[in-house]
C-alpha cells in the first residue's frame, strides 16, 4: 500500500538511523562483527548482485543515485581471488 521497501514497528517508513541500529542489533545477536555489518555494505552487495544479474552500469549508477558511471564503477572491480577463477575459466591450462 506504500512505496517503502522496509518498514519500523509503526509502519511508516524505516530511517537509515534504524537500518543501522537493527544491523547493529542483528550483528551482535548472531555473532557477526559489526564492522561487516552496516548499511554500506549491504549497498555494495545489492550493486555486486544487480551487475551479476543486470550487466547495466547506467541504470545502476541511477539506482544508487550517482552522477555518472564513474563511480558506479568500483562496483566493477573482482578481488585477486576473483580474478584467478576468471582467468582459469577462460584460459585452458
Known amino acids: 500500500d506504500d512505496d517503502y ?6 509502519g ?15 550483528a551482535e545477536k548472531y555473532n557477526i562483527p559489526k ?3 552496516h ?6 552487495m545489492f550493486a555486486i548482485e544487480f551487475l551479476k ?8 549508477a541511477d539506482l544508487l543515485g550517482h552522477s555518472g558511471v564513474n ?5 566493477l572491480r573482482m578481488s585477486q581471488e576473483q580474478q584467478k577463477t576468471e582467468i582459469d ?4 591450462w
Open 89 to 92: 575459466k577462460a584460459v585452458n
Open 71 to 75: 563511480t558506479t564503477m568500483i562496483y
Open 39 to 44: 548499511p554500506h555494505a549491504f549497498r555494495h
Open 5 to 10: 521497501l522496509c518498514c519500523n514497528c509503526h
Open 35 to 37: 564492522s561487516h555489518l
Open 53 to 60: 544479474r543486470n550487466n547495466n552500469i547506467s541504470l545502476l
Open 12 to 26: 511508516v517508513q524505516i530511517t537509515s538511523k534504524g537500518v543501522s541500529e537493527f544491523l547493529a542489533k542483528s
